[in-house]
């Protein structure tokens, strides 16, 4: 397949306020005859339409600018523009002025200009051959950019070092750099941004370079859409004529051919005879893969008979025209191409190891038609050639393993210490959860045993009340069986006493019965005897009575009270007795001693007025209200001071008995209007002791 | 296998904090159940407290009416034979004035 390839550099872009954009564009030519066999650079530069417009506008002016204006950063942009203009055309010239701009950017402290200075002196020393020094210069571009965050220029700085690396061969740098200044230049405002079809447009090259095909026509195709777009014509042409190239190298010369036809009608139509005899070649060389020889010639032919085609483009034109007529047996016609293509190697010398197929196909025709001496001197020449490109290629493809070697080591490298720290990176973060992890099974597990040791504290401290408890039930259970043995043995023992008395009574009553006691005194002393036991029998059995029951109701103190009240009738008629309690309190209770208590006092104040007072009424009131129970005993007799008088015995065993059940007693008296005793029970005193 | 180890582990680790949650939410349970328990417990304790400190109460009056009777008796006993004696006294004197007591010989 005679192919050829072309790709664009952009290697500089500029923006201005007139948004002027500047391209430098390097075409660079890599003519393969038939089979890869060396490069050759040339140096093209056209210019959008945009520049076409710049281009017209004279050096002049920018040189009255920098003579006329006084600000200095306009006078170092004016300077750097001109610089880039004399880049192509007179290197000492751009390196003058830009030794100018770089004093006056530093004098003034401008640092844009500055910054651009720096990069178009990288560009100048690219395009001078110094490549190290422009690598320097565009680093140093990159770090200014960044520092003062001009993005525009840092996607120019990368661009540029992507340029270096492809041209160094470092096709994985350049595509990486490439690729950054695509990323960068997304962020970017429209206006600042560089054309991203040229973006595009470099990479599609850089994979055409690492043979990807496939993923080169992917970024050809978007920036043929871009330029669609933005109806740029002439760039137009190239992309399609790459588009060409690429469907040619996947083996799909059709749709190769219908882009060339697209790209020549593009091409001719916007003027970019370049673009349109590459297309041509390469249109002619798809038809010779369709074994089309005779369609193909009138191809190379356009391009032969084409004043602005290049000699190396000539050189292989001819080439292919000598082989498609050998093929179609027109030795004849082929003729006069030789004699073409030896005249223009004659001129240029330098294209010598561009005609290796060129002496190849003429060697092929001279041994066709017989003249074989001839044709062994061209087979000869072109054999030379060959061991020439051979030796050529070879140190370049040595050079170029070990590049790609040495780029893979360090790839190697790279993707395992990318790897390891990954590795690393999530040897931390299982770290990391495993740690946390534990921590919250620490909490969970410290939670669960603080649950059990305060569950345990609490069942420890609950034995320990219920302990107590049951220990002081026991104790009081125990209190209560020996009082309860106590009061067995005291019941016993009245009982006995209770027998013994009724035996004395009755004793006594025998003796009075069975003599006739004559003496008085002896009588006397058995009547009180007698009596005496009897009020004991009585009190006795009262005793044993509050004994016998746990608790008293006011309904059986009262039947106590008026069984004493009618003994006492009996022995006094004179006195009349009244008795009276609050229905409400019948069904009260109280404890056995209360009970006592409050019998005893109305049995010894009735007992008293009785005695002492010579009354002929005398009252008991129970009464009640919420708070206490008021029970007053009083008669109408003579009554006596209690401030002057002393207090008997009857009194004072009163006044002790009510204090002792946490009652009040009181004593109402005065001479000859009777004497009334009250005492007040609280209701609660009452109900507690229940 | 790595993605699985560490969906394993996820799972385990989800399976254990589910049981401890488990396993506290049971302990709390029980604890304030066990309380309750125990107030009813020692609520039944301090009526039966009551209850007995009450009959305690009474048999402490009764005991008390007891000593009383008690020391009545001691009285009444005190005077009783104090009456006897001065009967028997009285007695003898009348029948000594009578000359009825019997000669010792």
Known sequence: MNCSKCWIKIIYLKNSRNVRILLHLFGEMNAFMKKKQFFVFLMLCFFTKSICHSQTISTDSLYAVISKTKN???????????????????????????NTS?????????????????????????????????????????????????????????????????NEGHFNEALRFFLDALRINEMLPKDQQIKFATCYNNIGLIYQELELNEKALEFHKKAYELRKKDNMLKDQASSL??????????????KAIDIYKIGLEIAKQSG??????????????????QRKYRESIAHYDEVSENPNSSPKMLIGVYGSLIAAHNKLNETQKALPYVNKGLNLIKGNPDLRLSSQHFYQYAAQLYYKIGDIPKGETYNREFIGITNDIFSDENSRQIADYEIRYQTEKKEKQLAENKAKLLENQAEALQKNYILTAISVLMVFVIAIAYLIFRQQKLKNSQLEQEHKLKTAIARIETQNELQQQRLNISRDLHDNIGAQLTFIISSVENIKYAFDIQNPKLDDRLQHISSFTKATIVELRDTIWAMNNNEITFDELRARVLNFIDKAKDATEKIEFKFKIDEALKNKKMVSLVGMNIYRTIQEAIHNAIKYSGATEITTDITANENQILVCIGDNGTGFDPQNSDKGNGLRNMQKRIEDIDGKFEVRSDENSGTTICFYLPSNTLNESL | MAFLISTTMIMILIAVISALVAAIVYLNVRFYKEKKMFKVKVETLQQIIVEISQKQNGQLGQIKLSDELHKKMKSVNAILSDDVFKLNYELFEMLDQNNLLKKQS
């Open chain 1, 72 to 98: 200095d950063s306009v006078r170092v942009k004016a300077l750097n523009k001109l610089a880039f203009h004399y880049i192509f055309s007179d290197a000492k010239k751009a390196r003058n002025l830009l």
């Open chain 1, 102 to 166: 770089r004093k006056i950017a530093l004098k003034s402290n401008c640092i844009f200009g500055y910054n651009e200075m720096v990069n178009n002196t990288g560009i100048l020393m690219d395009v001078t051959g110094i490549r190290d020094s422009a690598k320097y210069f565009f680093t140093q571009s990159l770090q200014l950019s960044r520092k003062n965050k001009f993005r525009n220029l840092e996607v120019k700085s990368i661009n540029n070092l992507g340029m270096c690396h492809w």
């Open chain 1, 241 to 254: 004529n790459n588009i060409g190239i690429c469907y040619n190298s996947l083996n799909q010369t059709q």
């Open chain 1, 272 to 289: 970019n005879t370049t673009d349109y005899l590459k297309i041509q070649e390469n249109y002619g060389n798809a038809l010779q893969s």
